[in-house]
């Protein structure tokens, strides 16, 4: 294991699994593949900025809570960085810094010219009003401000946040720089310069990779029994998308429990009920509720992992039975039940790869930001698929040639690809 000041940070409890050794391990199996130089490995190993700021916000009721707001920024070899903004009850430094070395093999594995950060707040944002979510990220903005920029780091939503945060950060941006500043963020409003197609892009992204996966089985879409973790951005757009191509979703979740339906479900209707209901999924239709345990280990074709982390483990990998697990949450198998399905020969569609589509449109947005051409939603999505493929089909030719497992072979492509540029430009100084 490389040395990493991370590894001090905070004291892990006996059945923790480290999300940053985690993804230190996917990097040395990665380095170990292409041979690379220790002291690239290194580099690698370590976040590149670890900034922890204090948010003090005034509560409705007129309390004062303070805050810890992170932004981990890995590696800025290749363009600035990019990377989501987390507001969940389980957010450390340490998940946000594994998240932040996730999105720079990813955007490398894309062909993206970015680097790899994440940021995030411990906070369950339900338990927070709106203006106080307001006033939240405002704060965390400014305290980040010398950080962040359209050439220095470019935040984004991910889970907790959306469209709406990206607005309050763009604007607390540009209110202190003195100037309009769209391309501070991405997954920001249209009426502010955010793309067409990005509030789907992640879930759309995750129906390309299924579908070229079912594809190379010799199967398509059409009555493929699909269960997906997660009914929140990513999940509910992959969930629509993919009933639009004529799969049967049997299964879908939130925090608040899943349900099921054999002859799979009207999503569009289920996404119209989720909307209303605080509850999430559960007394949706003519359907059998089930718990988040339940729906990993359904019988079906296709798993779709799409809210948290380390949600298939020992504990539960033998019972998965789905033949194709696509990730669409980052880091939803783990290590050793990564190990355990590969040999078994289910196909782990890896997150680098399946969940890619948001930093690909993220990507589109920034560029259309930075030519001031806006493009139509239809070029927007070809251009994402065009990409998404691309990967794809680099991923498997790279583990056939090699004869390793695709999360290898992605990893090898967005290290080696990072890699070969640190060594092209050396060592400052
Ligand atoms: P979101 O907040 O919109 O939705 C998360 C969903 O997970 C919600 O339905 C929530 O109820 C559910 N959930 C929370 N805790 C759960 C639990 N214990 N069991 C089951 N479900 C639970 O978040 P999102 O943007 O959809 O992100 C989901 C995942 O996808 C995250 O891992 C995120 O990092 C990853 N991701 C998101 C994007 C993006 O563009 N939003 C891009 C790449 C990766």
Redesign the pocket.
């Known amino acids: 294991m490389v040395s990493s000041s991370l590894h001090q940070l905070e004291v892990p409890t006996p059945a923790y699994i480290c999300p940053y050794d985690q993804a230190c391990s996917y990097l040395e199996e990665a380095a170990k593949e292409l041979k690379l130089d220790q002291g690239i490995l290194e580099v690698l190993s370590h976040p590149r900025k670890v900034v922890t700021v204090s948010i003090p916000v005034k509560r409705d009721n007129g309390q004062v809570q303070v805050l810890a707001g992170h932004r981990v920024q890995h590696c800025d070899i290749l363009g600035p960085y990019k990377g989501?903004i987390?507001y969940?009850p389980a957010v450390t430094l340490r998940e946000v810094s594994a998240?932040a070395m996730l999105m720079t093999w990813k955007c490398a594995l894309l062909g993206i010219p970015y680097g790899g950060a994440k940021g995030g707040i411990a906070i369950d944002p339900k338990l927070y009003s709106v203006d106080e979510l307001e006033r939240i990220t405002r704060r965390y903005t400014s305290e980040l401000i010398k950080d962040i920029g359209p050439a220095v780091d470019i935040p984004?939503?991910?889970?907790?946040t959306?469209a709406r945060e990206m607005a309050w950060m763009m604007d607390t941006y540009s209110v202190n720089v003195g100037h309009a500043v769209p391309g501070v963020v991405t997954?920001k409003p249209i009426s502010i310069g955010g793309s067409r197609g990005r509030e789907m892009?992640?879930g759309r992204g995750v129906m390309f990779i299924v579908r070229e996966a079912l594809i190379d089985k010799g199967q398509s879409l059409v009555g493929t029994r699909i269960a997906i973790?997660?009914?929140?951005?990513?999940?509910?757009a992959a969930a629509l998308l993919l009933h639009q191509a004529g799969a049967k979703v049997i299964a879908v979740?939130?925090?608040?429990g899943?349900i099921f339906c054999e002859d799979g479900l009207d999503i569009p209707a289920l996404k119209a009920y989720a909307a209303q209901n605080r509850k999430?999924v559960v007394g949706f239709g003519q359907t059998t509720p089930i718990s988040?345990a339940e729906l990993l280990t359904l019988p079906c074709d296709v798993l779709i992992p799409?809210?948290?982390?380390n949600?298939i483990t020992e504990d539960n990998v033998n019972q998965v039975q789905a033949s194709i697990i696509a990730e669409?949450?980052?880091?939803?198998v783990t290590l050793v039940a990564n190990q355990l399905l590969e040999s078994r020969g289910v196909t782990v569609l890896p997150?680098i790869l399946a969940?890619?589509?948001?930093?690909v449109v993220s990507y589109l947005e920034w560029v259309q930001g930075l030519s001031y051409v806006f493009w139509d939603e239809e070029r927007v999505n070809k251009e994402l698929e065009q990409l998404m493929v691309q990967a794809y089909r680099q991923v498997i030719q790279k583990s056939l040639d090699r004869q390793i497992p695709l999360r290898l072979a992605a990893y090898t492509l967005g290290v080696g690809r990072v890699a070969k540029a640190l060594s092209d430009r050396g060592l400052y100084p």
């Open positions: 989501g987390r969940h998240l984004a939503p991910d889970m907790g959306s997954g892009a992640t973790q997660g009914f929140g951005n990513v999940g509910s979740s939130t925090g608040s899943g999430g988040n799409a809210a948290l982390e949600q669409a949450a980052n880091g939803p997150d969940n890619a589509g948001g930093v």
